[in-house]
């Protein structure tokens, strides 16, 4: 399964502009995770950027924000917290077969 961050925004002409980020399978848990305790506690969620020179400085950038998600319904979310869980069980019989052989 691929999980993506979706970003929408307009122009000033009304034009849509969408920016699709990949978020890592890796990823997958601990986003979805994070996702559900935001819509639980009904708390607004901060966006801020971090620059990483090729030194490893690190500068915060000057942009930043905040937001409050809407969840459809629970039944939903949940189908896709299992979804993600069984992909990774998968994962790990396929591992431990390889292992055995």
Same mark, same amino acid.
Do not use: C, W
């Given at each position: 399964?691929?999980?993506?961050l979706i970003l929408k925004t307009n122009t000033?002409?009304?034009?849509?502009?969408?920016? =699709?980020?990949?978020?890592?399978?890796?990823?997958?848990?601990?986003?979805?995770?994070?996702?559900?305790?935001?819509?639980?506690?009904?708390?607004?969620?901060?966006?801020?950027?971090?620059?990483?020179?090729?030194?490893? %400085?690190?500068?915060?950038? =000057?942009?930043?924000? &905040?937001?409050?998600? &809407?969840?459809?319904?629970?039944? #939903?979310?949940?189908? +896709?917290?299992?979804? +993600?869980? %069984?992909?990774?069980?998968?994962?790990?019989?396929? #591992? &431990?077969?390889? =292992? #055995? =052989?």
């Open positions: 399964m691929k999980l993506r000033k002409k009304k034009k849509e502009i969408t920016l =699709k980020l990949s978020i890592p399978p890796s990823k997958h848990i601990g986003f979805i995770n994070f996702i559900n305790l935001a819509l639980k506690q009904d708390l607004p969620i901060e966006l801020s950027f971090e620059k990483i020179s090729k030194t490893g %400085e690190r500068e915060e950038s =000057k942009i930043f924000g &905040q937001f409050k998600l &809407q969840g459809k319904p629970d039944s #939903q979310l949940y189908g +896709l917290e299992e979804e +993600l869980h %069984e992909e990774v069980r998968k994962k790990k019989k396929l #591992q &431990q077969k390889r =292992k #055995q =052989k």
